[in-house]
Antibody
Framework: QVQLVQSGADVKKPGASVKVSCKTS????????MHWVRQAPGQGLEWMGW????????NYAQKFQGRVTMTRDTSISTANMELSRLRSDDTAVYYC????????????WGQGTLVTVSS | QSVLTQPPSVSGAPGQRVTISCTGS?????????VHWYQQLPGTAPKLLIY???NRPSGVPDRFSGSKSGTSASLAITGLQAEDEADYYC???????????FGTGTKVSVL
């Protein structure tokens, strides 16, 4: 069965960077896009961008360009999202989410990773 | 703020029908890009309810249906049940942003 298992919760200080990983199993990793979506406490879903695990190509939301880097390691079927220059308003649950094409619907989600930014 | 606008909340009695609107523009829904709908229960990841405006994945009850008209899309829930209390989000692609966008979200309450 398809599984997306994310790394655990993390606490960071303002100005630091955080890296969240998403280990996949149960399907061909390079055949599906991987998106990252975040949700601040009590707020809605916010799309951050995607990576094409086959080519390594990325597309980031304008809001995060310059601060986010999405990578993949095909040898271990894992996608990563690194966000730098963290601020308190980056405190959120971060989800990885799989789609067949870049604008397709998300059919599988990771369990979410809470990142807390606090001094 | 999102480019896809939803009402903050809707409510209905058990068995009633409720609809959630998702209002976009000519650069997303109006341009013909697909709209997808998700249900999010508290403390859990979203779950796909409708894809491509009106298609239901396997396992989603036919009480849930989607439609589109012009620059808006709608999700209808008929025969409302207590278990339908959740947050609902629409999603589409926006050509001016060159990326995906989510709606502002709607909380459904069962009275």
């Amino acid at each position: 069965q398809v599984q997306l298992v994310q790394s655990g919760a993390d606490v960071k200080k303002p100005g630091a960077s955080v890296k969240v990983s998403c280990k996949t199993s149960g399907y061909t990793f390079t055949s599906y896009y991987m998106h990252w979506v975040r949700q601040a406490p009590g707020q809605g879903l916010e799309w951050m961008g995607w990576i094409n695990p086959n080519s390594g190509g990325t597309n980031y939301a304008q809001k995060f360009q310059g601060r986010v880097t999405m990578t993949r390691d095909t040898s271990i079927s894992t996608a990563n999202m690194e966000l730098s220059r963290l601020r308190s308003d980056d405190t959120a649950v971060y989800y990885c989410a799989r789609t067949k094409y870049s604008s397709s619907s998300v059919d599988y989600w990771g369990q979410g990773t809470l990142v807390t930014v606090s001094s | 703020q999102s480019v896809l606008t939803q009402p903050p909340s809707v409510s209905g009695a058990p068995g009633q029908r409720v609809t959630i609107s998702c209002t976009g523009s000519s650069s997303n829904i109006g341009a013909g890009y697909d709209v997808h709908w998700y249900q999010q229960l508290p403390g859990t990841a979203p779950k796909l309810l409708i894809y491509g405006y009106s298609n239901r994945p396997s396992g989603v009850p036919d009480r849930f249906s989607g439609s589109k008209s012009g620059t808006s899309a709608s999700l209808a829930i008929t025969g409302l049940q207590a278990e339908d209390e959740a947050d609902y989000y629409c999603q589409s692609y926006d050509s001016s942003l060159s990326g995906s966008v989510f709606g502002t979200g709607t909380k459904v309450s069962v009275l």
